[in-house]
């Protein structure tokens, strides 16, 4: 019989971009695991992540609340205490929760992302976690006991990398980048992570399946430096083997840290293109081969169908594309579109394929709305918000889908440093912001129309239609206006949020009316 509330498993993909998986139109088949799966789920054709980067995306989805109004908008950020956690209110309600997570800006920084777990296992970290699993005893209790008192030594310096703009400045260096990216387990272990999970789901639906579990999941595999096995990058990269040229720029580029973030102040050639295409094609499909050993224990487990499946990234990826690289400054598809499936049939039908554009930020809704749990937030509800409405045909109203591209204040400082002239000539410092309508994007850069693309003609965003708006004039005028009602609302949601302490919107009469006239409360 199965029990009232299902299990979940929220599996974030990091940095990978939906473009490169054959369900979203790749040509090359480098996720045949996470395809078949997606044959039992739901997929989500247009899902935008509602930050470009780890800490205000994940903050979005474990709130659901735009970055703006979460305020998880830099690596010395905290998350106020009066905003409730999706594994907070899980928790709550009988969930044991649990992370797995090789991302260390999740894992490693203070943040009030972890908020809401039982058990939190980082392998992100010069020491990574060795999770409890069974019984506890002999040679694997005391490494534990070891592994935890030396991380009172080395999870503090950890986190100073990502506070001070001289220590990452120093870490962006050549010569200590192989040092902290492989020595100190920069992108986790992929490998080890997934054998711990799949020990853990086993172990849990052995013992304590009577207790609903929550386990959320960070795979780093797709995010620099690229490092693939042997075997994956003889299969997708083979010029790293035979060309040397294409072999000594990927040895440079993943050992100049700060070429991953910069914008291209010289475009890429067509070789190293090809080379950090390939390369992170390799990371992909090494990392979906290692996801089957998660499926393969969900299918024998008989606990597929009472499990609810979210398979998602928090961003994707730039290798070039409008002269940006990685993940820090821009909110073009190639960084915003992720993937996203969802995996439970009581409610998402397989293979149905979804072409609305909708919010990441939404997971929040539709996984407390499936553990049956209410919850209410400046006026919309779980049930409001949940992506079952999407499956329904009943979008809520007032509802708009928007990125707000915060950029990493750090990396800015790193620039100053580095590459000043930069930062004014790609507009770094600025907040970028981008709505979406039927088929169309409005974007501005510091508060000031900026782009303007028809994805459906231009899915590459190469034609800025406010160059020549001829036929979209009102498209533009609308997405503008709702842009402005957008910055209204979550602007009076941030105000109306204080860590530590709610406030009385009773004595705040301009919130009051805002959020009144925007329809966030009666």
């Given at each position: 019989m199965?029990?009232?509330k299902?299990?979940?498993?929220f ?8 473009g ?17 799966f ?20 994940h903050g ?8 703006t ?9 905290t ?15 009988g ?10 800006l ?14 939190f ?24 006991l ?19 703009p ?15 990216s ?23 639906f ?14 780093m ?10 075997a ?17 720029f990927?040895?440079?580029f993943n ?15 067509e070789?190293?293109e090809?080379t ?13 081969q290692?996801?089957q ?12 169908e009472?499990t ?6 928090d ?19 190639e ?8 995996r ?6 397989a ?8 919010s ?11 553990a049956?749990i ?7 509800s779980?049930?409001?918000l949940?992506?079952v ?6 979008e ?56 303007f ?27 503008e ?11 009076a ?5 204080k ?5 009385d919107?009773s004595?705040n ?9 925007l329809?966030y409360?009666?």
């Amino acid at each position: 019989m199965a029990q009232a509330k299902p299990h979940i498993i929220f599996l974030v993909l990091d940095t990978h971009r939906a473009g490169r998986m054959s369900m979203y139109g790749y040509h090359k088949n480098t996720t045949p695991v996470l395809e078949g799966f997606s044959e039992g789920a739901t997929l989500f054709e247009h899902a935008i992540a509602p930050g470009q980067w780890t800490i205000p995306s994940h903050g979005s989805m474990f709130t659901g609340l735009y970055p703006t109004a979460h305020q998880t908008t830099q690596s010395f950020s905290t998350l106020p205490t009066n905003i409730p956690t999706l594994a907070e209110l899980l928790r709550e309600h009988g969930y044991d929760t649990v992370g797995f997570c090789n991302n260390p800006l999740i894992g490693v920084m203070d943040n009030g992302l972890k908020r809401g777990f039982s058990n939190f296992y980082n392998y992100g970290t010069t020491l990574p976690d060795m999770p409890q699993i069974g019984d506890d005893h002999g040679l694997r209790r005391l490494q534990r006991l070891t592994i935890d008192l030396l991380k009172n030594v080395t999870v503090p310096i950890e986190r100073r990398f990502g506070q001070s703009p001289l220590l990452l400045r120093l870490a962006t260096m050549p010569i200590f980048v192989p040092i902290w990216s492989r020595i100190m387990n920069f992108k986790g272990n992929t490998h080890q992570s997934l054998v711990d999970v799949t020990g853990y789901l086993r172990h849990h639906f052995a013992a304590h399946n009577d207790q609903p579990l929550f386990m959320f999941i960070n795979m780093m595999e797709t995010h620099l430096p690229y490092h693939p096995p042997p075997a994956a990058l003889d299969r997708w990269a083979p010029s790293i083997k035979h060309d040397r040229e294409a072999r000594e720029f990927l040895q440079l580029f993943n050992n100049s840290s700060y070429r991953w973030m910069a914008p291209l102040v010289e475009p890429l050639t067509e070789l190293q293109e090809r080379t950090l295409r390939d390369v992170y094609d390799a990371e992909i499909a090494y990392q979906d081969q290692e996801l089957q050993r998660v499926f393969r224990v969900l299918n024998r487990s008989g606990q597929l169908e009472n499990t609810m499946v979210v398979i998602v990234a928090d961003h994707g990826e730039s290798h070039g594309e409008h002269d940006f690289m990685g993940h820090s400054f821009s909110i073009y598809e190639e960084l915003v579109h992720v993937p996203l499936m969802i995996r439970y049939p009581q409610a998402f039908p397989a293979g149905k394929r979804i072409p609305q554009t909708i919010s990441t930020r939404r997971l929040f809704h539709t996984v407390l709305e499936a553990a049956g749990i209410a919850h209410e937030a400046f006026g919309k509800s779980v049930h409001d918000l949940s992506l079952v409405r999407t499956i329904e045909g009943k979008e809520p109203p007032l509802e708009h889908v928007v990125i707000e591209g915060y950029p990493p204040v750090n990396f800015i400082n790193v620039m100053e440093m580095n590459n000043p002239e930069a930062i004014e000539r790609f507009r770094v410092r600025e907040t970028r912001r981008a709505i979406y309508g039927d088929g169309t994007k409005l974007m501005d850069v510091g508060g000031r129309l900026d782009e303007f693309f028809d994805l459906k003609q231009d899915p590459l965003e190469l034609d800025n239609l406010l160059d020549r708006p001829q036929g979209y004039e009102n498209e533009a005028v609308r997405l503008e206006r709702e842009l402005e009602q957008f910055m209204l609302g979550v602007e009076a949601q941030r105000d109306g949020t204080k860590a530590g302490e709610r406030l009385d919107y009773s004595n705040n009469p301009e919130i009051l009316e805002r959020l009144r006239g925007l329809g966030y409360i009666e």
